[in-house]
């Protein structure tokens, strides 16, 4: 037996929309207070995977396990109460009610009690949402709105956190502040799957890589492992 046992284990699921098999045998694991980039082009199957493991898609086959205990079969918000945090694509927040109160609605504690995360701390790591305290969501841009998304996420104490291309679309100073701001989660010793199509955005950020191509890993390593191999590289990411 290894004593390096996964935080999370997805071993050989399969997921299916309709009659569209999605999701072949997809299998990662990633080590506690590992980040693991999951990078795939438009359509490979990253937010699948992503929604799969937090219960928002069904898998057909296959098995999810987190801190040693099988999750998968579970509803979103049992994944939420054993410290799973999500931030989709589609940056899920309130768009009526401000900054203060879409934090607020979003406070939790960990699983083991740990109350890193409260509002001010998260004021303190996020200057330009402490600016915006009564502003409501819905009048913030994009990158505001991503920014926002992810520090309700924090709000919730997660142990892991999926992130689902927090770059896509956004002016490159919002990108620069989504960067720093995952390096600094990552010095707090959470777990972090980080979904992109950019590699680039991945160095620095992630240490573990896995490629899904149209629904198959293709690739397992680090990221500079990856950044050095241009063939695979090119071969499966927009580069
Ligand atoms: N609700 C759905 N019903 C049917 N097919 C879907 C649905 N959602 C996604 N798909 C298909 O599943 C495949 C994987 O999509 P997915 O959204 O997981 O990709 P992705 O890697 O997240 O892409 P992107 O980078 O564009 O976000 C694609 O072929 C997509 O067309
Ligand atoms: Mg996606």
Request: net charge positive.
């Amino acid at each position: 037996m290894t004593t390096h046992q996964p935080i999370l284990d997805v071993k050989n699921i399969n997921v299916f929309y309709g009659a569209s098999h999605i999701l072949f045998a997809v299998s990662l694991q990633i080590a506690k207070g590992r980040t693991l980039a999951l990078l795939g082009r438009n359509g490979a199957g990253k937010s699948t995977t992503m929604k799969a493991i937090m219960g928002v898609v069904p898998i057909k086959s296959g098995a999810i396990s987190f801190a040693g205990s099988r999750i998968d079969g579970q509803a979103p918000h049992e994944m939420a109460r054993k410290g799973l945090g999500f931030v989709p694509e589609d940056r899920q927040v309130f768009i009526d009610h401000t900054v203060d109160e879409n934090l607020r609605i979003a406070a939790k504690r960990g699983v083991d009690g740990r109350e890193e995360w409260t509002i001010e701390n998260i004021y303190d790591a996020f200057p330009l949402l402490a600016k915006m305290r009564q502003r409501k969501a819905g009048m913030m841009s994009g990158g505001e709105q991503q920014l926002l998304s992810m520090a309700r996420c924090l709000m919730g104490n997660p142990g892991l956190i999926l992130l689902d291309e927090p770059s896509e679309g956004l002016a490159p100073i919002i990108v620069q502040e989504i960067g720093r701001l995952i390096r600094t989660l990552r010095g707090t010793g959470v777990t972090i799957i980080l979904a992109e199509q950019n590699m680039h955005f991945c160095l620095g950020i992630s240490e573990d890589a896995v490629i899904i191509d149209k629904g198959q890993i293709v690739y397992r390593g680090t990221i500079e492992d990856l950044r050095g191999n241009k063939d695979v590289a090119n071969r499966y990411l927009a580069i």
